[in-house]
């Protein structure tokens, strides 16, 4: 059995402040319909270990088996939210999350 990636790391990649920002901001993978397969994975930690490859510049196919996720699934659900719009809303979700805390302005983002 592949150790789990420590908590340590997973905090500080993904602090839980900014996991209550990106949760809602995810779509949701429903089970196939024709069955199969394995069951849908743990969107925290592929969005961990997705963060950790855009973050470390390890390539895809490198990314450590303790993420618990295989690097074709973090990729294939990268390029799912780059094609949904999740980055930039993310980014939008941050800036307005600044601004609340009085930590940010109201400066404008792409749309």
Do not use: I, N
């Not at 340590?8 to 949701?28: I, Q, T, Y």
């Not at 719009?85 to 400066?107: I, M, P, Q, T, Y």
């Amino acid at each position: 059995m592949v150790p789990a990636v420590s908590a340590d790391l997973s905090k500080r990649l993904v602090p839980g402040e900014l996991w209550r920002v990106v949760a809602p901001l995810l779509p949701s993978f429903a089970a196939r319909p024709q069955g199969g397969g394995t069951p849908p994975r743990d969107q925290q930690g592929v969005f961990t270990a997705v963060v950790y490859v855009l973050t470390s510049g390890c390539a895809w196919q490198h990314l450590p088996p303790t993420f618990g996720t295989s690097s074709a699934t973090a990729h294939r659900r990268f390029t799912v939210w780059t094609e949904v719009g999740l980055w930039r809303r993310l980014h939008r979700a941050v800036l307005d999350e600044l601004w609340v805390r009085g930590a940010g302005d109201r400066a404008p983002v792409a749309r």
